[in-house]
Each structure stands twice: as structure tokens, then as C-alpha cells.
């Protein structure tokens, strides 16, 4: 099974060193988060799903996994964290319904969740023809986009439009790669192995922009604010970049997943949920 974002084959790597500054981050997050954007809204609050028998749910059984830092994972002493955790406990408070969240390892949740282990799985499982065919999905909350990030002296000049002979780095095989490789005309594109890699190549001076994914590339920009910024332009394109975030459900487990749509309107009109994502990404990717 994949995660939503495209960068799965490399989540191990970035969960370890993610999980190592996001303690730190999320304490300073109350000074930095004015550097953060409101993220958009990704769903129609007037679809048909909006409207739910919410009463009727008593209780969620989340299944979620410990390594997919900051959206679910294990802090220091073992709690379960992350955008994911505080957003389930967050949709069953809409619902007033009783909330319990489970770990599971990543290659067990899935089946997991059609074992009636739970109710609902909120882990960035790939919205993907093969996942269809075996879940049902909430609506989308969070999407990746793709962005520019380049060294701070660079960003008032940056023009997208003005990028002929100049290096940009991308990762070597992913959808930002395709995007550039099709859209971006004379630039020389230095593909590397990783994000780190090739954000690196900008700090160094090797190239003078990356793009790729903006939710990796703001992991990075926290450790590196005197470095390197974003720039202005956000890319959204879901056949390259990933569908986005979603809750998973078992094929028609319809009331669950009417009622858990219903609370991400709610949460998305009373703030709650700019309110966790400038919680958990204080330099926003948006």
C-alpha cells in the first residue's frame, strides 16, 4: 500500500530525521506560526455528504501508524501525536461521539481496517485506483502541492516565468521531475535521489531553485529560515503530485463516513482546522 504523498519510498528516512526537530518546532510553534498560511479549502461544504445523521454514530475506532511524522507518529515518551491524531480527536469531539485511536504497523493497517479492527483509518493512504476498489474515502483535507524554494537573497526576483539556463533541482523520477521536465522550457534540470539532496544543491549554490513537494521542503526550511525561503507561486497538480490526504473507510461504511465529512466541514468553517495546521506545520507549505 502507498502513502498519499509521492515521496512513500522514502518515508522511513524522513521520519527519522522529522522526528527529531518536530519536538522543537511545536514548541516554537506560537512564535512562528505567522510565517504560516491558512490552508485552502479542499471540499465543497455544500455536498450532499455535508448533511449527516451525526447522532447516530456513537463512537470511532480510528487505526492510524507511528512513523509518518508530523502528521502521526510517537513522540519521546511514546505518545501517539501528530496532525492526524489531534484532527481524529478533533472530528470526534464535532460528533460527540466516544473516540479510541490505534497503531498499527504501516503494512498491517490497511487489512487491519477491513478486519473490523476499527472504524476508520487516517493514515495517508493512497487515494489510487487499487485502494478504491477495496476502501471508501472522506473527502479531501490536505492537499501537496508543489513549490519553489530558493535561497532568500534570490526570492523578490524569482520570476517562474523567467527561468531559461538556470539550474533547478528536483528528485530524480518524481511527479515534480515529470511537471518540470514538461513545463519548465530551457531550464537544465539536476535530478538527485532525494529532497534532501537536491534541497541542498540550492544552499550550496549548486542550483538555483528547487521544486518538488512543499510539505517535505518545509521540514527542511525550518532548520534552515537564514538559508532559503519558497517562493511566492503554489503548484497543485493531483495526477503528479498526489490526490491528497484522506480518511479511509471500509467500502460502504457510509454513515461513519457521512458523519466524519460532515465534522471536516465543521471544522473547516469554525477554524479548527487552520488552527491544527499552523500547529503542525509552522512554516507553511501552502
Not at 463512537?59 to 481524529?88: C, K, W
Amino acid at each position: 500500500m502507498q502513502r498519499s504523498i509521492n515521496v512513500v519510498g522514502k518515508r522511513r528516512k524522513w521520519a527519522g530525521v522529522a522526528a527529531m526537530v518536530f519536538a522543537a518546532v511545536v514548541a516554537l510553534c506560537s512564535d512562528l506560526s505567522v510565517r504560516a498560511q491558512l490552508f485552502p479549502n479542499h471540499f465543497d461544504p455544500n455536498a450532499r455528504d455535508g448533511v449527516a445523521e451525526i447522532e447516530k454514530v456513537a463512537a470511532i475506532r480510528f487505526l492510524t501508524t507511528p512513523d509518518f511524522p508530523p502528521l502521526n507518529y510517537r513522540s519521546a515518551t511514546g505518545e501517539l501525536v501528530g496532525f492526524h491524531i489531534d484532527l481524529a480527536r478533533a472530528i470526534c469531539e464535532v460528533l460527540e461521539a466516544a473516540c479510541t485511536i490505534q497503531s498499527w504497523p504501516w503494512e498491517q493497517a490497511p487489512d487491519a481496517l477491513l478486519d473490523n479492527q476499527g472504524d476508520a483509518l487516517i493514515a495517508g493512504l493512497a487515494i489510487t485506483p487499487e485502494t478504491g476498489m477495496r476502501f471508501d474515502f472522506s473527502q479531501i483535507y490536505l492537499m501537496f502541492p508543489g513549490r519553489f524554494v530558493l535561497q532568500n537573497k534570490d526570492k523578490q526576483e524569482f520570476d517562474p516565468k523567467a527561468l531559461q539556463g538556470k539550474v533547478i533541482s528536483v528528485r530524480g523520477g518524481s511527479g515534480h521531475d515529470v511537471f518540470a521536465t514538461r513545463y519548465l522550457e530551457g531550464v537544465q534540470l539536476a535530478r538527485f535521489q532525494t529532497e534532501l539532496e537536491a534541497l541542498q544543491a540550492v544552499e550550496e549554490g549548486g542550483a538555483y531553485a528547487y521544486f518538488g513537494d512543499a510539505m517535505r521542503a518545509s521540514f527542511w526550511l525550518n532548520e534552515n529560515p537564514d538559508c532559503c525561503s519558497f517562493a511566492k507561486e503554489t503548484y497543485f497538480r493531483p495526477d503528479l503530485f498526489g490526490e491528497g490526504l484522506a480518511i479511509a473507510f471500509p467500502a460502504e461504511q457510509n454513515l461513519v463516513r457521512r458523519a466524519v465529512n460532515a465534522a471536516l466541514v465543521q471544522l473547516k468553517r469554525d477554524g479548527t482546522l487552520d488552527e491544527l495546521y499552523l500547529r503542525w506545520f509552522p512554516v507553511g507549505f501552502y
